[in-house]
């Protein structure tokens, strides 16, 4: 069984004859970078650059997937959120705004043709053409929550989802579009599924507001976005597992906040996990002993895709990147 198939099945919950390793957010490092001869900050803004980067997730660390947009800002900046593409030890950053709660958002007619999206669809294709069907290629779109937060500021749009929860409902389905367009447009490039990425982390949205405002919202990108929909939230999500187990999407990409036995304890038996490794106890510093028993762990508790919680530090040794690959096709599945 390749690779790609045996990472799609486990995104269902189907048996695999191995367990699936890999990850929907960002597993480059600096050392990883040298491995790969592609760096930060070209490999954000040069579709060569960025498919070489990403193919070393598969190529030098093992993985059954390959990832490609490493940030947060690609769909933001082709919005026209000024970004600054950071460096190779620093990730890209915004700090401008692009409009006030309560005005509308123009989604701009050529927004797959600006770089910001143009980019990582050319990179989609680059990747799928070097894998073919070997390799999973998974994208990336961000969801209007996180959306709102580059466009009106994090502090703006939060305060609006308690004063004046309409201009957010409106500006979330305006910014629903940007998600979709660029879904649909990564499917069309090559993707074979994608991370939706949505900071509803608990310490910025409580399980009400998920409920209230994203959890119908994550819905209607399952149907609207033909492939399967990865989910990730940062932090502490075990309040809302149950909320997001209701939206359909496929599977769900935890962070070690929440212990694994119980992710899938609230998960229930249809909606897939990833992740749930930690980037500090484990990817960072922990000894091949510390990550061949997170990895024991992880598959005891049957999280269906084995990996990072969420994007790696920089300075985290991509050596234990690879360990935690190869701990996990040594297992059967
Ligand atoms: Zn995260």
């Not at 004859?17 to 480059?28: C, D, E, I, W």
């Not at 920089?314 to 050596?319: E, I, K, T, V």
Request: hydrophobic share 45%.
């Amino acid at each position: 069984m390749t690779p790609r198939q045996l990472f799609l099945d486990a995104l269902r919950r189907k048996p695999t004859p191995r367990p699936a390793t890999g990850s929907v957010t960002s597993v480059v490092t600096v050392d990883l970078m040298d491995a790969a001869g592609a760096s930060f900050p070209t490999a954000h803004t040069d579709a060569a650059e960025m498919a070489k980067l990403a193919a070393a997730g598969h190529e030098v660390l093992g993985f059954d997937n390959v990832m490609p947009l490493f940030s947060v800002w690609h769909e933001s900046a082709a919005l026209g959120c000024p970004v600054d593409w950071g460096a190779r030890d620093r990730m890209p950053d915004c700090r401008g705004h692009l409009a006030a709660l309560g005005e509308d958002v123009t989604v701009p007619k050529d927004l797959l043709r600006r770089p910001g999206c143009a980019v990582p669809l050319a990179a989609i294709r680059l990747l799928r053409k070097r894998f073919g069907e070997e390799v999973a290629v998974v994208g990336k779109v961000f969801g209007p929550w996180t959306l709102g937060y580059h466009v009106f500021g994090v502090q703006e749009f939060l305060m609006g989802t308690l004063l004046e929860p309409d201009h957010v409902r409106k500006a979330m389905d305006q910014l629903k579009r940007v998600t979709i367009e660029f879904g649909r447009a990564q499917v069309e490039a090559g993707a074979d599924a994608l991370c939706l990425g949505d900071h509803a982390t608990r310490d910025l949205c409580s399980p009400e507001a998920y409920r209230d405002f994203l959890q119908a919202c994550h819905a209607e990108l399952v149907e609207k976005i033909p492939c399967p929909l990865v989910l990730h939230i940062c932090g502490d999500t075990a309040d809302r597992i149950g909320y997001i187990r209701e939206t359909g999407v496929a599977c769900f990409h935890f962070d070690s906040k929440v212990p694994a036995a119980r992710a899938r304890e609230l998960a229930g038996e249809k909606l897939a996990l990833m992740g749930g490794t930690s980037n500090f106890e484990v990817v960072r510093s922990g000894t091949p002993e510390r990550v061949a028993a997170d990895v024991a762990e992880k598959l005891a508790c049957r999280i269906d895709v084995i990996g990072p919680e969420c994007a790696v530090p920089l300075d985290a040794p991509s050596r234990n990147l690879r360990l935690i690959a190869e701990e996990a096709k040594r297992k059967r599945g």
